[in-house]
Every structure is written in structure tokens, then in C-alpha cells.
């Protein structure tokens, strides 16, 4: 693991934002991606102030694979937190990957102006809210 890495600076997520990171990146080492060996770890900060992070977990079916982001938001949920401040997202990659479309509309149910970071094995951060990554995101209004 890097040392000396630049915090970036997001007033919402404070002095949690290393944790944050490093779960991201921790727990991408345990990503099921025997298919495209491209490891991802996401990590959520709920607004009751939890970590739940979870990597990409692969199935021979292809299309059926779960996504590190939505597979992190589902372990928040499943603990009773549904409101979602800010996603860390690691891929092992030299420049940072964004959430593909399918985890940006998973993710917008459970705040569409969550903070989302997207970082790798380098310094550089790139920063959205979710609705920039979205815009109009799909809701059912009956
Ligand atoms: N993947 C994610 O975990 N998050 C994304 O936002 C895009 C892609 C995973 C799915 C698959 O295991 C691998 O990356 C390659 O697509």
C-alpha cells in the first residue's frame, strides 16, 4: 500500500475520507473476478456514520455479476442504513474508473447527491455527486 497519499479535500466526509479509502482498497483484495481479473472495491459512509465496503463478485454467467458498488450500498442496507453519504470506489488501475450506469442508478435510491470518489493506485481523485454522474436518474412517480 502507497504511503503518503493525498487526502482530497470534501468537507462532508472530513477526516474519514483515509478510512474510507482503505476499505475501498482493502477490500478489493478480495474481489471474485477470476473472468476479467479486474479487481474493484467499493465502500459506502452511511449517514448514521458506518463503513460497508464489498468488491466485484464474478459468475460464469456473465451478466449476472455483482458490481462492487451496488454489492457495498446492499451491505449498508442490509444493516438498516439506507442513506448512503459518499462511495469510495478502487479499481487497480493507473487512473480511476467512474461506477458504470447500472450502480449509478442503484446508487441514486439511496441519495442521488451521495459524494462519490474514485480513486486508484495513484494520487489522483476524481470527485462527483451522483447526479452529476446521473442526471435525471430514473423514480417512480405514479
Ligand atoms: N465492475 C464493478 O465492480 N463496478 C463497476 O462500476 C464497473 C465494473 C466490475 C464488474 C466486473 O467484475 C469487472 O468490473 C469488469 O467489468
Do not use: Q, W
Given at each position: 500500500m502507497k504511503?503518503?497519499?493525498?487526502?482530497?479535500?470534501?468537507?462532508?466526509l472530513g477526516d474519514r475520507a483515509e478510512e474510507l479509502f482503505e476499505a475501498a482498497r482493502r477490500v478489493?483484495?478480495?474481489?471474485?473476478?477470476?473472468?476479467?481479473?479486474?479487481?474493484v472495491g467499493a465502500a459506502v459512509?452511511?449517514?448514521?456514520?458506518?463503513?460497508?465496503a464489498a468488491p466485484n463478485i464474478e459468475n460464469?454467467?456473465?451478466?449476472?455479476t455483482i458490481c462492487a458498488e451496488r454489492n457495498a450500498a446492499a451491505q449498508a442496507v442490509a444493516a438498516g442504513q439506507k442513506s448512503i453519504v459518499a462511495i469510495a470506489?478502487?479499481?487497480?488501475?493507473?487512473?480511476?474508473?467512474?461506477p458504470c450506469g447500472a450502480c449509478r442508478q442503484f446508487l441514486s435510491e439511496f441519495n442521488p447527491r451521495m459524494e462519490v470518489h474514485c480513486i486508484s493506485d495513484r494520487d489522483e481523485v476524481l470527485r462527483f455527486t451522483l447526479d452529476e454522474l446521473l442526471p435525471n436518474a430514473f423514480v417512480i412517480s405514479l
Open positions: 504511503k503518503n497519499r493525498k487526502i482530497p479535500t470534501s468537507k462532508l478489493s483484495e478480495m474481489a471474485y473476478c477470476p473472468y476479467s481479473h479486474f479487481h459512509l452511511t449517514s448514521d456514520g458506518g463503513i460497508f460464469a454467467s456473465y451478466s449476472v470506489l478502487y479499481t487497480r488501475t493507473a487512473t480511476p474508473s467512474t
